[in-house]
């Protein structure tokens, strides 16, 4: 069974900090995906990576593939309250499916 | 622009009550899915489709079941409510499965008691 593990699950941090977050698999992805989800919305897709070691930039946000595409992480330079929600990763299992991690539950304080 | 849309936001039902939730999308995507959230979980699919009358089960089919007789609306039918379905449900569409690039709706937090 694929898993995809998320850390950490909770971050609490003050607007102008960075933060990295990880999504974990000990399976190869041909792809990953992350959405953020707003409180009392659906998830909201923010990027897709796949070829491993790649870097994509979303203004202050920077996803990364690992080389063997088996995990990614997203970083974020300056966090702003805007910024806060929840994380998801997730990767197509092969059958036209995707997994989702539990994901991140990210807060920016003022 | 591309949109989602849930007959309910909040749901509150009974046990052993018939409960309904639709979905319409208005992408012309074959594919429709079903999720439900819960703390510490995830999003698991429930049910999927790919074309107009055909269904496929997800990971927790168990207690659910579905409809899609139109391409723009995917219904999920819980036969009999259980306090364990108590969750956030989910809908989403993909033009393409495979590419990861699904388009959520707002969710329906449904309660059973």
């Known amino acids: 069974t694929q898993l995809l593990e998320q850390s950490p699950q909770f971050l609490s941090i003050q607007e102008g900090e960075n933060l990295t977050v990880y999504c974990n698999s000990s399976?190869?992805?041909?792809?990953l995906q992350w959405y953020r989800q707003e409180p009392g919305e659906g998830p909201v897709l923010l990027v897709t990576?796949?070829?491993?070691?790649e870097v994509k930039k979303l203004k202050r946000l920077t996803f990364q593939f690992g080389d063997a595409r088996k995990d990614s992480s997203l970083h974020i330079t300056a966090a702003q309250p805007g910024d806060t929600g929840l994380y998801l990763c997730?990767?197509?299992?092969?059958?036209?499916?995707?997994?989702f991690g539990a994901g991140t539950r990210l807060a920016v304080h003022p | 622009d591309v949109k989602v849309t849930q007959s309910s936001r909040y749901l509150v039902k009974r046990t052993g009550e018939k409960v309904f939730l639709e979905c319409v999308q208005d992408?012309?995507?074959?594919?429709m899915f079903w999720y439900r959230q819960d703390p510490g979980l995830g999003l698991r699919l429930i049910y999927f489709?790919?074309?107009?009358?055909?269904?496929e089960k997800g990971d927790i089919p168990e207690g659910y079941s579905v409809s899609r007789e139109k391409k723009e609306r995917f219904s999920l039918i819980l036969e009999s409510a259980s306090t364990n379905q108590t969750s956030m449900y989910l809908c989403?569409?993909?033009?393409?499965?495979?590419?990861?690039?699904?388009?959520f709706g707002p969710g329906t937090r449904l309660t059973v008691t």
């Open positions: 997730a990767g197509e299992d092969g059958y036209n499916k995707l997994i």
């Open positions: 399976s190869v992805f041909s792809s």
């Open positions: 990576v796949v070829t491993g070691g």
């Open positions: 992408m012309d995507h074959e594919n």
């Open positions: 489709s790919y074309d107009v009358k055909m269904k």
């Open positions: 989403a569409s993909a033009s393409n499965p495979g590419d990861g690039e699904q388009y």
